[in-house]
C-alpha cells in the first residue's frame, strides 16, 4: 500500500490506509490530507448528496474526529485536529467510538459539518487509515473524495507539509478543540431506542466479541441497557491487539463462547464496529448472507421491502439469491464495498442491503454499516415468540460451498489485460457449467487479489480456484 503514485486517488474502498507512520500515513502526509480536505470544503456546491443544503446554509463548520484503539491513533488525531483548527474549524474530539457512532453523531448535530474516524477497520494494528462521515450520515461520495485527492497532489492543500502554520484564506485564526466525554453515551442511547423488540434481550445471554477495538466501550452497555446479560471477550483493548485473533474475522473463539456459557446469541464485531458477524446458541458461525436472508424476510412480511428486493454485493453467496427468491424478493448485486451497496439502496429505495462480510445497512435506521445496530435489528426480525432461537432462523439460507484464496501482488494491473488469468477464469466458468460463480478483483484495502469461486463441490472449486490463484501469480511478478 505504500506504492500510491500520482495521480492515483489516496482513498480507497473504505478511506485512506497505509502503515501508521508511513506512506499517506506518514506525519507529513496526515497534515497535508487534512490541508487538502479544507481546501474542498470551501466550495460545496458539488457535493449535494455529502452536504445537506440546510447544514451548510445554517454555517455548520465543526470536525468531529473519533478513532479506534491502534496506539498510533492519537497521533494521527492530534495532527488532523491541529490542522483544521488552526483553519478556523472548531474540532470536536469524541475519542474512542465506532465508526457509525461517528456517522450517527455527524448527523445528529447541527454545527457538524464533517466526520473523520481514524481506524483501519479489520487490519491489524500497525495499519491505519482516515475515514471522512458526511453530514448525511453516510461515508463520503467518491465525488468528495476525488477533490480532496486532486488538492493533495497538487500541494494546493492551504499547508505545508508536517502540519507548519498556514492556514487557508478565510480561517479568522485558531479554532477551539473540545473533549466530548458524552459522545459514547449519546452513541448508546441512540442504539437502545433502535430496538424494536427489546423484550427479545431481556433475561438473555449474550455473548459479545468487541475485537479489542472501538466496540469496547459500547457493545455490552447497549445489551445490558436492553436487558440482557453479557459476557464479553476481546474487549481489553491495549493498543496493539485490535483484530488480533479475535473479532468479526476470527469468530471461533466467541462460537465456543456462547457454548460455553449456554449463550442464546453471539455477535463478534471487527476494529471500528461496522462489521457484525452472529453465532446462533449452537455455535454456528453465520455471515452477512444469513442476516440479510432472515431480516430480508421479516421485513418483507411486514410490507417494509416496497421494491421486494435486498441489496449486497457480488460477493454474497449464491444460496441468498436463492432463499430470497423463496420469499418472492431479488437479490441485487453491486460491486464489492458497502458504499457501493449504500448508493443502490438509496437510489433504488431499497430499505435492506449489505456485505458477506457483516456490513449490513438498515436505511431506516442509519446510512452507513452498523456492527451493534445490525445484531439489535437481526434479533428483531427474527421469525417466531418468546424466547426466539438465531438457530432455528438460519434454516432459511443454505450456502453454496465457496472458496476465497487471497494472493499478495506486487503491483496492480488490469485483470482483462492478463491472458492467462482471462482464460483461467473462462475454464473454471466452463466446468462450473452455470451452476456457480467466480469472481476476481483487486483488494480495495490491500495490495491483494482475491479469487472467489461457488459451485456444488467443494474440492473441484478449491482447485480452479487454485488454477487462477497461479495464473494471477505467473502473470503479475
Not at 488532523?80 to 469524541?94: C, D, K, N, Y
Not at 479554532?175 to 433502535?194: C, K, N, Q, T
Not at 456485505?355 to 437481526?378: K, M, N, V
Not at 466446468?431 to 480495495?444: F, I, N, Q, T
Request: proline share 5%.
Amino acid at each position: 500500500m505504500n506504492d500510491v503514485k500520482e495521480p492515483a486517488c489516496i482513498f480507497g474502498t473504505d478511506g485512506i490506509r497505509d502503515r501508521a507512520g508511513e506512506g499517506l500515513l506518514a506525519r507529513d502526509a496526515v497534515a497535508r490530507i487534512a490541508g487538502a480536505t479544507i481546501r474542498a470544503l470551501e466550495n460545496l456546491a458539488p457535493f449535494g448528496q455529502d452536504f445537506p443544503p440546510a447544514r451548510i446554509s445554517a454555517g455548520a463548520r465543526r470536525i468531529l474526529i473519533g478513532r479506534d484503539t491502534r496506539e498510533s491513533g492519537e497521533e494521527i488525531e492530534g495532527l488532523i485536529a491541529e490542522t483544521f483548527s488552526r483553519a478556523g474549524h472548531p474540532v470536536t474530539l469524541l475519542g474512542v467510538l465506532p465508526t457509525p457512532g461517528v456517522a450517527c453523531l455527524s448527523a445528529r448535530r447541527p454545527d457538524a459539518l464533517l466526520g473523520i474516524m481514524i481506524s483501519a477497520s479489520h487490519n491489524p494494528a500497525e495499519y491505519n487509515g482516515i475515514k471522512y462521515l458526511s453530514p448525511a450520515g453516510a461515508k463520503s461520495s467518491p465525488a468528495f473524495e476525488e477533490k480532496v485527492s486532486a488538492f493533495y497532489w497538487s500541494g494546493r492543500g492551504g499547508f505545508a507539509a508536517g502540519g507548519s502554520e498556514g492556514a487557508s484564506r478565510d480561517s479568522g485564526g485558531r479554532a477551539p478543540i473540545e473533549v466530548d466525554a458524552g459522545a459514547a453515551e449519546e452513541y448508546i442511547e441512540s442504539l437502545v431506542r433502535a430496538s424494536r423488540e427489546p423484550r427479545r434481550f431481556r433475561s438473555r445471554r449474550v455473548a459479545v466479541d468487541a475485537a479489542n477495538g472501538a466496540a469496547a466501550r459500547v457493545a455490552s452497555r447497549v445489551f445490558e441497557r436492553l436487558g440482557a446479560e453479557v459476557m464479553a471477550i476481546a474487549d481489553r483493548p491495549d493498543g496493539r491487539n485490535i483484530n488480533e485473533r479475535c473479532g468479526s474475522l476470527h469468530p471461533q473463539g466467541l462460537a465456543r463462547r456462547v457454548v460455553e456459557e449456554r449463550a442464546d446469541f453471539g455477535f463478534a464485531f471487527d476494529g471500528d464496529g461496522d462489521r457484525m458477524i452472529p453465532v446462533t446458541e449452537k455455535g454456528k458461525v453465520l455471515d452477512g448472507d444469513y442476516t440479510l436472508a432472515i431480516a430480508g424476510r421479516a421485513l418483507h412480511r411486514a410490507g417494509s421491502l416496497p421494491g421486494k428486493a435486498v441489496v449486497a454485493t457480488v460477493m454474497s453467496n449464491l444460496g441468498l439469491e436463492k432463499a430470497l427468491a423463496k420469499e418472492g424478493l431479488k437479490l441485487i448485486r453491486t460491486p464489492v464495498g458497502d458504499r457501493h451497496v449504500y448508493e443502490t439502496m438509496v437510489a433504488e429505495k431499497h430499505p435492506l442491503g449489505g456485505e458477506q462480510s457483516g456490513h449490513i445497512i438498515f436505511l431506516d435506521d442509519a446510512r452507513t454499516g452498523d456492527g451493534i445496530l445490525a445484531a439489535i435489528r437481526l434479533v428483531d426480525c427474527l421469525a417466531g415468540d418468546g424466547a426466539v432461537s438465531l438457530e432455528e432462523n438460519s434454516g432459511i439460507l443454505k450456502q453454496y460451498p465457496q472458496v476465497l484464496l487471497n494472493y499478495q501482488v506486487p503491483r496492480r494491473v488490469p485483470l482483462e489485460r492478463l491472458a492467462e488469468v482471462e482464460k483461467a477464469i473462462a475454464r473454471a466458468e466452463q466446468a462450473l457449467a452455470g451452476e456457480g460463480r467466480v469472481v476476481v478483483r483487486y483488494s480495495g484495502t490491500e495490495p491483494l487479489v482475491r479469487v472467489m469461486i461457488e459451485g456444488p463441490e467443494q474440492g473441484a472449486i478449491e482447485r480452479l480456484a487454485r488454477e487462477i490463484g497461479a495464473a494471477v501469480l505467473e502473470s503479475i511478478k
